[in-house]
């Protein structure tokens, strides 16, 4: 059993409570690769920012969940390194699928953990969070828990039509599971392909697709019941258009990729929503300068010369989200 709090870092109670009364979002960006990692850190420390490092279930298979633990252990080491006295670093479970998988993590030194139950039925949902929430409670470790389904594909994660949260719902299962967060679904998808053609309309100017709105009515009326209460946007990329063309020009095929307007996660941001969940756009990112850089270079053949633009661009891109979207730029609880 290690704890998180040996190797440097924090649950979200504290910086999601300033999040939901400051009016901004905390990021949570997936990671697989030491190039991700060192990305996010750098980002957060240049920018003065919480962040969530998660890892979910294909993470875990596909780096190992011992080598991802060590990696955010090396996180809050390579950010204090880098000037920051106090990281505030969150290591979580993404789309935890079970009680074992949860408690896996938990006992590994994961300072925040996702059980998604809400493909189960609600009562067996109530039931898997509550067990799960029982146990990282023991080990103050926060529990994000999952009411209403989204689409799309990230992952194992699958699913093919959404279902809004019910508002109603949301007292109950807050109080019955004791959860520190929720995830709702309100409209946001998962993967680089949000929504289909026919679901959105198109901009005459460029025919570029504009997908459906998010259900900001859904949102309001769930803050309503819970104030103050953390809200978790899932699913919440944007799908740059100049990172797809630029993986479209390079040889890629991602026609009619589209994700989440910016102003609207903006908009998010300043509600009671104070997790979202960024993945695919790190993927374009890092996706499209290496197809760039490995086009451009066709004699090159070390990887640290197309990692290294690569790396560079997820940067960027985690430093926009930071700083023009979320809103957690100098929100360090301890400066
Ligand atoms: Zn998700």
Known sequence: MVSYKELGLVNTRAMFAAAVKGGYAIPAFNFNTMEQMQAIVQAA????????????KGARNYANATILRYMAQGAVEYAKELGCAHPEIVLHLDHGDSFELCKDCIDMGFSSVMIDGSALPYEENIALTKKVVEYAHKYDVTVEAELGVLAGVEDEVASE?????????????????????????????????????????????TG??????????VLHEI????PGFPIVLHGSSSVPQEEVDTINAYGGKLPDAVGIPEEQLREAS??????????????????????????????????????????????????HKIVDVLGSNDKLLQK
Not at 223 to 226: N, P, S
């Open 161 to 205: 039509v959404s279902h809004y949260t019910k508002p109603e719902e949301v007292i109950d299962f807050a109080t019955r599971t004791g959860c520190d967060s929720l995830a709702i679904s309100i409209g946001t998808s998962h993967g680089a392909y949000k929504f289909k053609p026919e679901q959105c309309t198109r901009d005459p100017k």
């Open 270 to 319: 300043k509600s009671a929503v104070c997790k979202i969940n960024i993945d695919s756009d790190s993927r374009l990112a890092m996706t499209a300068a290496v197809r760039k850089y490995l086009a451009e270079n066709p004699s090159h053949f070390d990887p640290r010369q197309y990692l290294k633009p690569a790396r560079e661009n997820m940067k960027k891109m985690y430093i």
């Open 45 to 56: 420390v240049e920018t003065k920012s919480p962040v969530i490092m998660q890892v979910s």
């Open 208 to 217: 570029k697709l504009v997908p459906p709105p998010l259900a900001f009515d």
């Open 223 to 226: 803050e309503k019941k819970l």
